[in-house]
């Protein structure tokens, strides 16, 4: 740097500008002040460090140190049965014996022995960066009865909830009005609400009844099939038809009826798909489902 800009004078403090000297100033003092810090944390071997203190907590028959805490951790990990989730900041990993929250500057832990976890709220979000199908993700709070060991939050995809469940051996409770959808075709259900909700609503002819939906016999039929999209022409599948059925299905179970026509393996293309009609087979897509007004 002093050969580069020798008019700064740069290789003196007594000749650099007043900016320059707060600059070196200010690069010396953090440099003393991490040094500082790595001397606190590496004293009666690494006892102060962070990671050290949360494994602190945990040291109780049969563990005798944080270093025996955390060979048990590491032999739990390195088995292949372990649950893990999460993104490289914030990531989960339950095992026999441990639940871990890792994220980029702190690592939680709790016993499973001592701790019980409660879904606090869930999301749902219409697109991921992996796929473009819909998720809803959950955050659980994990308690301890280890006073020295802090509440923590663990988030993750509802997809993923069963294989948790498997993982934790204490009991999950779920808050009230938290929904969890566990299958793909049960998120789906929310997304076709909400576009179907969108679409023009059907109004009934004068005098006609509506009857119970024949899918579950439990409420009343509340969709018609309309042809309200316009093809392009250029579809490979062919183009909706008109149905002329009544009124014979709620929104829910034609919503599942829709899903489970579906390629599973390609969630993404749900949405923009057609399928037949359940009753008189007549080609239809999402844009053709109105709710009886």
């Not at 953090?30 to 494994?55: D, E, K």
């Not at 749902?124 to 959950?138: G, N, R, V």
């Not at 359940?278 to 999402?286: E, G, V």
Request: net charge neutral.
């Amino acid at each position: 740097m002093c050969i580069a800009a020798p008019e700064k004078h740069l290789q003196y403090v007594h000749q650099m500008s007043d900016n320059w000297r707060v600059f070196v100033v200010l690069s010396v003092c953090l440099l003393l002040a991490n040094s500082t810090l790595i001397i606190y944390w590496f004293r009666n071997r690494w006892h102060n460090h962070p990671i050290s203190r949360a494994l602190q907590a945990h040291v109780q028959p049969p563990h005798s140190n944080w270093g025996s805490v955390a060979s048990s951790i590491n032999t739990e990990f390195r088995r292949i049965d372990k649950f893990a989730t999460g993104a490289p900041g914030a990531r989960v990993i339950i095992t026999d014996s441990w639940v871990l929250k890792v994220t980029t500057y702190h690592v939680y832990v709790a016993a499973q022995s001592d701790c019980h976890v409660t879904v606090t709220e869930c999301r749902q979000h219409q697109l991921s960066p992996d796929s473009a199908s819909p998720i809803q993700l959950l955050t659980l709070r994990v308690h301890s009865i280890n006073p020295a060991v802090r509440p923590f939050d663990i988030r993750l995809n509802s997809t993923e909830y069963a294989e948790l469940r498997e993982k934790v051996h204490a009991p999950i409770r779920n808050s009230a009005n938290v929904v969890i959808h566990q299958t793909i075709s049960e998120l789906f259900l929310e997304t076709f609400r909400a576009h179907v909700d969108l679409n023009q609503p059907y109004s009934l002819p004068s005098g006609q009844e509506v009857e119970p939906c024949i899918g579950c016999m439990q409420v009343s039929a509340n969709t018609k099939l309309v042809r309200l999209c316009h093809g392009d022409g250029a579809d490979i599948e062919p183009e909706c038809e008109q149905c002329f059925c009544r009124p014979m299905w709620c929104l829910s179970c034609l919503g599942r009826w829709f899903a489970s026509r579906q390629d599973q393996q390609r969630p993404e293309t749900w949405l923009s798909s057609r399928v037949p009609c359940p009753t008189c087979r007549a080609k239809f897509c999402i844009l053709d489902v109105c709710v009886i007004h």
